[in-house]
Nanobody
């Protein structure tokens, strides 16, 4: 079992930056790929990016590529989402999720464990 807790959300002006954290429990956290997803009001949950268990590989949605960076510190059981050049379209609840298959996948249904989400609001 893995429990995930996101933090770091908030209100930021367009062009600004935020760093989200995803803190995990579990001794084998480094065997899980961790993805970030987001859901805006009345919209479906969208894939943002994913990082491999060791942190050596990442994959991003086109909408955030070049602006967002995922990293992880397995010694701290934490994954980060650094978000730069934010715009109002990035406003959403952001979720981290882990999959025990270590899959670098964009499909939400393949992730076994989810955090509760953290709100990010970007004002224009």
């Amino acid at each position: 079992q893995v429990q995930l807790v996101e933090s770091g959300g908030g209100l930021v002006q367009a062009g600004g930056s935020l760093r989200l954290s995803c803190a995990a429990s579990g001794r084998t956290f480094n065997t899980y790929a961790v993805g970030w997803f987001r859901q805006a009001p009345e919209k479906e949950r969208d894939f943002v990016g994913v990082i491999s268990g060791t942190g050596g590989r990442t994959y991003y949605a086109d909408s955030v590529k070049g602006r967002f960076t995922i990293s992880r510190d397995n010694a701290k059981n934490t994954v980060y989402l650094q978000m730069n050049s934010l715009n109002p379209e990035d406003t959403a609840v952001y979720y981290c999720a882990a999959n025990s298959g270590a899959l670098l996948t964009t499909h939400a249904f393949l992730y076994n464990f989810w955090g509760q989400g953290t709100q990010v609001t970007v004002s224009s």
